[in-house]
């Protein structure tokens, strides 16, 4: 199958070369010059443009940072036409950026128009996930074009859910990474208490993992440096999910919440400190680098 791949920074990147490894022929594309070249080298063709990756394409995918990005690859702007105007009517769209449920909605809206399919597909598994080929898929949009998706989605993860119509993948994605980042704040509180008893963290942590407060930092990405040998925090947070970004998904969450009159005051507490940490400097860093805010000075 011929696909074109938009993005391939730290997770489009891995999800891109499984494709290629499964026999795909690929042409991908991202504003990094240096995440082209890291592809480039597996073998990735690499387009010059977003809109040269489209030639004889039948899936289009993108992996972009945010809402803003995505309007203006697929919309347009500054006057310029954006990629929506230029795929092939039949073609199928997977956006598997974390962005708002309505732009995911306006873009499957205005695909349709065009005879353009569009599913919402965002992930999670995280940069290791995404390596392994193991991510879990949340996706939005009409159940037989997750069927058309589904032979190229199972290349990438080991998990696919319909979580219903346009949109709900994106909400089912910013419900679990506002639980995510709470999780990674109780998680690095715990950890930095029994530390400033004494205790050792990789016993604390083990104990903790196969007890009533075991979870997924826990079991695959502990944010003490040393615990995890292949955990971001014992890398200098390098890699990973940033903390920007778990800061954006933290804000569409409470954008979310605001909008449907849900109440979330841990999910808010979480992106307050998110916030905080981000402005301490800590931005580009793993978002498991929160255990920052609450270690032990000295």
């Not at 990629?83 to 950026?97: N, Q």
């Not at 999780?183 to 029994?194: C, R």
């Not at 390098?238 to 903390?243: C, K, L, N, P, V």
Request: proline share 4%; with cysteine.
């Amino acid at each position: 199958m011929k696909i074109a791949f938009i993005g391939v920074g730290h997770m489009g990147g891995p999800m891109a070369l499984n494709l290629h490894k499964a026999g795909h022929v690929l042409s991908a594309f991202d504003l990094s010059a240096e995440a082209c070249k890291k592809l480039a080298e597996e073998g990735v063709p690499i387009a010059a443009s977003a809109a040269d990756t489209l030639a004889g394409a039948e899936v289009v995918i993108s992996m972009l940072p945010a809402s803003q990005h995505v309007e203006s690859l697929y919309f347009g702007s500054e006057g310029q036409p954006g990629l929506l105007e230029r795929i092939a009517p039949g073609t199928l769209v997977i956006d598997s950026s974390t962005i708002a449920a309505a732009t995911s909605r306006k873009l499957a809206q205005a695909g349709a128009k065009r005879g353009v399919a569009v599913i919402d597909a965002p992930v999670s598994g995280g940069t290791g996930g995404a390596i392994a080929g193991t991510l879990t898929f949340m996706v939005g949009g009409a159940a037989a074009d997750l069927e058309r998706a589904r032979p190229v989605l199972e290349k990438m993860g080991a998990n696919i859910f319909h979580a219903g119509e346009a949109g709900a993948g994106q909400t089912a994605k910013i419900c679990n990474n506002m639980l995510l980042g709470i999780l990674m704040i109780g998680t690095s509180e715990a950890i930095a208490l029994g530390v400033a008893n004494g205790l050792d963290p990789k016993v604390l942590s083990e104990i903790m993992r196969r007890s009533s407060g075991g979870n997924w930092a826990l079991e695959k990405y502990n944010p003490l440096p040393g615990v995890m040998e292949n955990a971001p925090a014992s890398k200098g947070y390098a890699g990973g999910f940033g903390t920007d970004l778990m800061l954006k998904d933290l804000g569409l969450a409470q954008e979310n919440a605001a909008a449907v009159r849900a109440s979330t005051p841990l999910g808010g507490l979480a992106r307050n400190l998110y916030a905080a940490h981000s402005l301490a400097g800590n931005g580009v860093l793993d978002f498991s680098s929160v255990i920052k805010l609450v270690q032990k000075a000295g």
